[in-house]
């Protein structure tokens, strides 16, 4: 398994390194004036047509007018000009935004002043509510910006205007940072003022002082989910803090609150984003935080309830970093990723990454020369994205092209399989079923087994088990699948590790040879007969027991001699046994002594001895046929050394025997075990047959 683990980690690396982002310039947009400086960007099916128009708010400063004016113009997704609104206004006053949304039948535009009274520098927000197609004012709202423990002038800027639907009203909630920043110190925080929209009017509902840097709608708890930021330093001196803090912000007024994260730090360089912005699919994935400090970046992803997190990473680089825009997107029609865009100071250049939502797992990290200002999803969900200079009146309008070779899903784990040994039908598995490739490439497949038990083989998509014969135990079966996608970069990985547990039974034995080799025969004299049974079990120890017409002879061996010396029908039966199976082996005798016809004369052979087993003594019993000077018995170990020798010497044919005491040539005793016995006539062995000696 380290092995897999080992390549799962190359092709991971593999795939970020070979994965790529490319941005097309579908269209550019040219300001009306030359001097015109886009301010924002938003999509926005304000006329309700069913189709999204581009809003791009522009502002003008004429010096030698004393007055100035900012521009509303719309277009299409095409880039051609649909309105134009040019509004002026003194230079007493400063201009800070603008924002169209319908309520009760009713198309508004809200728009925002900044007036300082001087000398006692009074900031006021100066909002004016607007019927858009008659340009007719309906409402006017001045908030005051002061902090009365600041005696030096504040300035504000919006964060953003966002209208909500709270039971039959409709709200404005407004985001404001801030603050000053003179020689001698700097502060700055963020601000919400909810604001009452009511036919021709507006009403200040509340100031939340804890909220105003962004805010996205929680939709299982019916609220809000609000971030709040605050920085001050000292000049000079190295005196600063940050703080910030992100919370579940009730609906109701007063507003109450229930914290999710925060932060506090002795800098006034933090930094805190929302990275889940156009958010479809809030309640598969949950929300995302990135809190950049110097030059770490610490992500969170929380769960849909917010009561816990399901990952976490903190990234560190080299030099201080700067996080730009983020976005939720959908690759490969699955909705579970997100892009981002940073830069590292004196790197030149800005980095792409997008991570998967569920595991944080990173799919790209490349450079780029491109960090768009504004991200916007369309209602079929593809992302524009919008790049101007603040100095600048031009707006390039971007698509996004995303090359990820994703690695083949697991859509469900193959279960162990527990089988019994020498199972008769081999095992089919349809990989197909199991794994699912997102790029739609073609798979195939490997397997790799632990330990041999059992054989496994790839057909096409088939993966099949078969038996090894006697084989069991546990082992565990690896399927790699591959979607040879080597255009781009090919993405393997290891599907799923199964396990394969084959029972153990028991095997019956085997009977491999016996002897004599005839099963049925006729003798016509008296002789001793040895009865041999060769049998093997793989997985269990054999007993034998041996029969004579049904009488246990008590011989617990494969060897047994029986003297036949009277007339009749005998069975000799050899049973072996593993305690589960059972083995006959049986050879019908028929004997007759009266028919033995004593002018026929037996052949030269050893006629066997008994009884065998024996102890101490056994009677070896032979026929010598022809004229012979001299015959012996000559007795051996199992190493071929000669223990004793008996001598039988005649020299007319007979039938005899001898007898062996189960001493050796100086009559000392020898050891038990297996000896074997030699008829040997003028010098020539005529036959040979064993016997055991049991003490």
Known sequence: MKKVFVLLLFFLLLNILCSQVQFNLDYSIPGIDPDDEVQNIWLDDFDENGEEEIWI????????????????????????????????????????????????????????????????????????????????????LILDIDDPACSLPITFNPDFMEKFTIGDSDYIYLGFEQGFDHAIESCLETR?????????????????????????????????????????????????????????????????????????????????????????????????????????????????????????????????????????????GEDSYFIYFYEVSG???????????????????????????????????????????????????YSIEVSINFPPVLVF?????????????????????????????????????????????????????????????????TVIADDNNSSTCSRDTSGTSFQLTINPVNDPP????????????????????????????????????WFVNNENQNIPDYLFTYQFSENGNYEIKCTINDEE??????????????????????????LGNYPNPFNPSTTISFSVTQSSDFATIEIYNLKGQKVKTLPVSNSQSHAGSVSWDGTNQTNNPVSSGIYYYKLVVDGKTVDTKKCLLLK
């Open 581 to 606: 199976f059972f083995l006959d082996t049986i050879w019908n005798i028929s004997v007759n002594l009266a028919e033995i016809n004593n002018s026929l004369t037996l052949p030269t052979q050893l």
């Open 57 to 140: 708010l522009y502002t003008h400063e004429d010096v030698n007018q004393n007055m100035d004016y900012w521009r509303l113009t719309s277009y299409n997704l095409a880039g051609e000009q649909l309105s134009i609104f040019t509004k002026s206004y003194y230079a007493d006053s400063t201009f800070k935004g603008c924002s169209l949304f319908n309520s009760n039948g009713i198309s508004y535009r809200m728009e925002l002043y900044e007036n300082v009274i001087t000398p006692v520098f009074q900031t006021y927000c100066i909002i004016k509510l607007y019927d858009y197609y008659t340009n007719t004012i309906l409402d006017t």
């Open 192 to 332: 919400l003022y909810k604001l009452l929209i009511d036919q021709s009017s507006m009403s200040l509902v509340e100031e939340i002082s804890r909220g105003g840097q962004f805010l996205s709608y929680y939709e299982e708890d019916n609220a809000l989910i609000s971030c709040h930021q605050e920085s001050w330093s000292a000049h000079p001196g190295p005196a600063a803090g940050f703080d910030y803090y992100i919370d579940l912000l009730s609906l109701d007024s007063p507003a109450t609150y229930n914290n999710i994260q925060n932060g506090s730090y002795s800098s006034n360089y933090g930094q805190i984003m929302q990275m889940s912005e156009n958010d479809f699919s809030y309640n598969n994935y949950g929300f995302i935080s990135a809190f950049t400090i110097y030059h770490t970046i610490e992500l969170k992803c929380y769960t849909p309830h917010l009561f816990s997190t399901m990952w976490e990473e903190e990234l560190t680089m080299p030099s201080s970093v700067e996080l730009y825009q983020s976005s939720c997107i959908s690759i490969g």
């Open 510 to 545: 085997e009977i491999i040879s016996y002897s004599p080799e005839e099963l049925s025969f006729e003798i016509t004299e008296e002789q001793e007969i040895s009865f041999e049974v060769n049998a093997e079990d793989i997985d269990s120890d054999l007993t034998y027991t």
């Open 413 to 477: 784990p193959i279960n162990n399989i527990e089988v019994e040994e020498d199972f008769p039908e081999a095992i089919a598995i349809n990989l197909d079923y199991y794994f699912y490739d997102q790029n739609g490439d073609e798979l195939t497949y490997a397997a790799y087994i632990e330990d041999n038990i059992a054989e496994v083989q790839i057909d096409d998509s088939i993966l099949t088990i078969s038996s090894m014969a006697n084989m069991n135990g546990t082992t565990e079966i």
């Open 347 to 397: 790197s030149q250049l800005y980095t792409i990454e997008i991570r998967d939502r569920t595991n944080g797992e990173i799919l790209l990290s490349q450079d780029s020369s491109l960090s768009p200002e504004v991200i916007s999803r369309k209602q079929d969900g593809e992302l524009l994205f919008f790049d101007y200079s603040y100095y600048s009146s031009q707006t390039d309008v």
